[in-house]
């Protein structure tokens, strides 16, 4: 049974750019051998997780990403069983939102801002999507 789990935290202040790749690289050696798929996005201090998987291997990493010191706030935002995966080409994508058009993000929200836990999980997931599909999203494929 797969399952998709979509969570929000805020880091710490210590996570910077190299600490914040460190993490990707982490994600993108040990995802694959679990069955985890997904996309991140970074941006002012907040995290946008999506991940896919067996139920056991995501509420595992979910488990462990709310006992990691980098991140304060975590708020599970969408979990549900799926079909199929909607992100199933990435170990771990990564959303660049400082290359993102401002507008994109006011479609989805009152600001141009990043903020999911200003919106429903339905639309953090929808503004994913639209990244999926406009190609906004890089990484190592899984």
Not at 49 to 64: C, I, P, T
Request: proline letters at 4%; glycine letters at 6%; aromatic letters at 8%.
């Amino acid at each position: 049974m797969l399952v998709r789990l979509m969570y929000a935290s805020r880091a710490v202040p210590a996570v910077d750019a190299e600490e914040l790749q460190a993490l990707l690289r982490q994600c993108r050696a040990n995802n694959p051998a679990h069955g985890i798929t997904g996309v991140l996005c970074f941006a002012s201090g907040v995290f946008l997780q999506v991940l896919e998987g067996s139920r056991g291997a995501v509420n595992r990493l979910y488990n462990r990403i709310v006992a990691d010191p980098r991140h304060t706030a975590v708020e599970l935002l969408a979990y549900e069983d799926i079909d199929e995966r909607r992100f199933a080409g990435w170990a771990m994508g990564q959303v660049h939102v400082s290359g993102l058009n401002p507008a994109l993000l006011l479609k989805y929200s009152a600001t141009a801002t990043l903020d999911p836990y200003a919106v429903p999980g339905r639309v953090s997931l929808a503004l994913f999507d639209e990244l999926v599909a406009t190609a906004s999203i890089s990484c190592d494929r899984a």
